[in-house]
């Protein structure tokens, strides 16, 4: 390795997918930075429609939000990940991905770090309805026998007291840090 490869952040991959509470997503950049990690954001391409800020992300990150493909020949964004959260993960994405399905920058993305090894942390906010459909569980199932990481599931439905429970964006992180 050399000195600079040495002397570099880990760098963490972000991916954004639209649900609501993706409006929060610089929670967990802060909490990745506070831990000494580099960060880039790929988003879906829904998620880019309003779902979180986009210019406070950039601004927090340093770096532009990915999410379309880059032409051929034009320079890497990012430099490759050390290990990626998928935060919210939603239950088109987690189905589309455990199929094999590259459809977006976002899938093919996570289609091709889950097969180089790099250590992967899911948050899904999936509603407990679509969380009960036979496709969902078999992609869960799948996905974590490809050493995916799932942190505990996110319906975001109100509980008893009227409150929504909180997003566990700084789970990711435990996630990825472990073995």
């Known amino acids: 390795m050399t000195e600079q490869a040495a002397a570099r952040k880990p760098f963490l991959y972000v991916v954004v997918c639209a649900a609501g509470i993706a409006a ?16 880039g954001v ?18 927090q990150t340093g770096r532009p939000i990915r999410s379309a493909w880059r032409t051929p020949g034009a320079p890497r964004p990012f430099p490759a990940p050390d290990a990626v959260v998928v935060a919210p993960a939603t239950f088109n994405t987690v189905n589309k ?26 948050l899904p906010c999936v509603a407990g309805a679509l969380a009960a459909h036979p496709a969902y569980r078999d992609s869960l199932e799948r996905l974590g026998g490809m050493g995916v990481r799932f942190g505990e599931p996110y319906t975001g439905e109100p509980g008893e007291d009227g409150g929504r429970p909180e997003f566990g964006w700084e789970r990711a992180l435990d996630l990825i840090a472990r073995g």
């Open 24 to 39: 929060d997503v610089s929670r967990l950049i802060t909490a990745a930075q506070e831990r000494d990690w580099e960060v």
């Open 42 to 59: 790929i988003a879906t391409p829904v998620a880019m429609n309003g779902f979180f800020d986009t210019a406070a992300v950039e601004a």
């Open 97 to 122: 991905w455990a199929a094999g399905i590259a459809d977006t920058l976002a899938l093919g993305t996570l289609c091709e770090v889950t097969g180089l090894g790099v250590p992967i942390a899911v």
